[in-house]
């Protein structure tokens, strides 16, 4: 799947606007590969698997596109 980051926080995480659907998604910090956190910035586009988790649907594997 793939979208783009909506916001990020001071706390590790963020959300991203995803592509063709209404709901954003929840990503953690410890779910981006090969980009660091600092790296990232709101509008870029990212690529992620969707996973459910006990708190809901988030993305996994997040990597810039």
Known sequence: MEGVI???TDKG???ITVDGEDKDLFFHSNELKG???EE???GDRV???KADSEKG???VGVSRV
Do not use: D, I, R
Request: charged letters at 20%.
């Open 6 to 8: 909506k916001t990020l």
């Open 13 to 15: 995480f963020g959300f």
């Open 35 to 37: 980009v660091s956190y």
């Open 40 to 42: 990232l910035k709101e």
């Open 47 to 49: 690529s992620f698997e």
């Open 57 to 59: 649907p988030n993305a």
